[in-house]
């Protein structure tokens, strides 16, 4: 261990202490001016997107080879900062509104938020498996952070427990590869795969057990039990940034280790990721259909937000498409980061105390009182369907195409489907918002507005040109592939 | 490689069901007379009272969970002090950051409030 490791994972190192300082430095600020510690905490992650931009192309391995910081790495921890400021653009306001301003949501967010940049890093099972507790610890208590309510409590209780069943699985399987190959590190499995010195059932029952963990923590069907309570207890800005950072770091993993490490057993998991993927939009599409509170019904589109994506996942053993199917999905989740956020900040616009202002009714004459959140919403709403000149259209696009050139035409025939049935929804909300007469209430302050704002300008201008962020995520590469 | 196990399976299944047995046994020939004081907790201790699922204060957990924080510590610190010599300068600095780390969360119970019982 040298400096040299330390200069691989600054901006990990400096997000963590910028937390731990902000911990303390938040204990003399007084009640009511938490502001302040919104406005440092935007800082650290600001300074930590500059460290992590610095890195730039180059390839650095540190801690003897369990950390890589590469391209992929790079793209995601962005997506991470992001995410984790939007999250605290949307708090803010919300936290004072509905009387939970306490000072700690902004430290556990920053920490929460380096787990899934070490997830990226990770090139280790046990790193993995430390960075799937960091980022996961800190959500349990944001789940519960509004302690009064008590679905808030109930969605932490189930959020811990759920998570702490599939943690158990994820190390399971760690201890079932390392039982079968001796080591935890990719290259070393990687290479006991290739040399066929290891016991084959035992990492199968190994790689399962992966899956299944990750499966918990992305909500893929039938892991996915958890998750329409939990984002409907949680608040708002924790719901949206779980959706996000905790998806994406669960589809990181998969995907580093999925592609590093078990290419070869994409014979014996194809079938399984199929029907996955299969059974994942079927199921989250559907029930979205009957949803009439508005947090559920966002779950439910984020569990078959999960299924397309696992669709693009599903060729990965295939070489010449695997590039292609990595690329895709670091777009979509680029794609799905922005439409999401700006989603919830409309939602959390008309989220008033004691979890009012959620169903679907609420939403009822919105088109004409708040013309500029109905039209941001309306592109959302457009965007998670996949409507052309929207990002969620290209999004889609290149995850169906990576489905069919890796030979799944008729995964993606379901997705499309699929998409057909997720668009009355969506649409329906839609419909709500400009056809139907009502008064809506609305808070409008400035964060969560700038947020839904920015996020509907951001997906209509890379639908329109949506090269840029392909070139960025094309661009994204991952270490030894 | 799984053979070797098997006659543990076996021994393991045997002592189960005699387990069972046992137990099925002694409650079809053994007589029954309950008398108060065999129907006691504890037959022959304190006099037990009030249910058995009271509230705890909360501040309990407080103090388990300080508890917890300097138990770390101390499980840590006794195999550094051990290769206090091997681990040299670099093992050194790498403690202080761990126990100022740990110093900040107890400055930070304290400041809460998690030591006034008041």
Not at chain 1, 381 to 408: D, I, N, Q, R
Not at chain 2, 48 to 68: E, H, K
Not at chain 2, 90 to 113: D, N, R
């Amino acid at each position: 261990m040298n400096l040299s490791d330390y200069y691989a994972i600054t901006p990990l190192v400096f997000l963590v202490c910028w937390a731990i300082f902000l911990l303390l430095v938040d204990l003399w600020i007084p009640a009511g001016r938490k502001g302040i510690t919104a406005l440092l905490s935007a800082a650290g992650l600001l300074i930590a997107l500059v460290l992590v931009l610095r890195s730039g192309e180059q390839v650095l391995t540190a801690f003897e080879g369990s950390v890589v910081v590469d391209g992929f790495s790079v793209f995601l921890s962005v997506l991470f900062l992001v995410s984790a400021l939007a999250g605290i653009a949307l708090a803010h306001d919300y936290l004072q509104r509905l009387g939970l301003e306490r000072g700690e949501y902004y430290p556990l967010l920053l920490i929460s938020t380096s787990g899934m940049m070490l997830m990226t890093y990770a090139y280790d099972l046990i790193e993995v498996f430390l960075a799937l507790e960091l980022l996961s610890i800190p959500l349990y208590i944001l789940a519960g952070f509004s302690r009064l309510n008590l679905e808030s409590e109930e969605a932490s209780l189930k959020y811990f427990l759920l998570g702490a069943f599939s943690s158990g699985f994820v190390l399971y399987g760690v201890g079932l590869v390392f039982a079968a190959t001796g080591y935890t590190d990719f290259p070393g499995i990687a290479k006991a795969a290739q040399n066929g010195s290891l016991n084959p059932t035992l990492f199968l029952i190994g790689a399962g057990l992966v899956l299944t963990g990750f499966g918990f923590k992305s909500a893929l069907v039938p892991f996915h039990m958890w998750s329409p309570d939990v984002y409907q207890g949680a608040p708002s800005p924790v719901t949206a940034f779980m959706s996000v950072g905790a998806k994406a770091a669960g589809f990181a993993a998969l995907l580093r280790v999925f592609v590093v490490v078990f290419p070869g057993m994409s014979v014996n998991l194809t079938p399984l990721l199929w029907a996955l993927a299969a059974l994942t939009m079927f199921v989250g599409n559907i029930v979205a259909l009957v949803q009439s509170n508005i947090k559920r019904l966002l779950a439910y589109s984020s569990i078959a937000h999960s299924g397309y994506l696992l669709m693009a996942f599903v060729p990965y053993g295939n070489a010449s498409v695997r590039s292609d199917a990595i690329a895709g999905m670091l777009f979509y989740l680029a794609a799905y980061c922005l439409t999401t956020f700006g989603a919830w900040a409309v939602v959390i616009a008309l989220e008033k105390a004691e979890g009012k202002g959620l169903e679907l009714e609420d939403y009822a004459g919105l088109g004409h009182r708040y013309p500029f959140l109905a039209a941001t919403m309306t592109i959302f709403l457009l965007s998670f369907t996949g409507v052309p000149l929207t990002l969620g259209f290209w999004g889609k696009f290149y995850l169906f195409s990576t489905a069919v050139e890796g030979g799944f035409w008729q995964l993606a025939l379901i997705g499309l489907l699929t998409s057909l049935i997720s668009a009355y929804y969506y649409l329906r909300v839609v419909v709500i918002m400009y056809m139907r007469p009502g008064t809506p209430q609305v808070q409008r302050n400035f964060w969560p507005l700038l947020t839904s704002g920015v996020g509907a300008l951001a997906v209509v201008i890379l639908g329109i040109a949506p090269g840029v962020l392909l070139n960025l995520a094309v661009s994204a590469l991952l270490k030894g592939l | 490689m799984l053979n070797e196990y098997y006659p543990l399976v076996v021994i393991s299944m045997i002592a189960i069901a005699l387990g069972f047995f046992v137990v099925l046994l002694g409650s079809i020939l053994g007589p029954r007379r309950p008398t108060q004081h065999k129907g006691q907790p504890y037959e022959s201790g304190m006099i037990p009272y009030g249910p058995g699922t009271r509230r705890i204060s909360v501040r309990y957990y407080l103090v388990a969970v300080l508890f917890i924080l300097f138990d770390i510590e101390v499980v840590f610190f006794l195999p550094w002090a051990v290769a206090f010599r091997k681990l040299g300068v670099s093992g050194f600095i790498l403690m202080v950051i761990f126990a100022v780390i740990l110093e900040i969360a107890f400055v930070y119970a304290w400041k809460k409030g998690a030591l006034e019982w008041e």
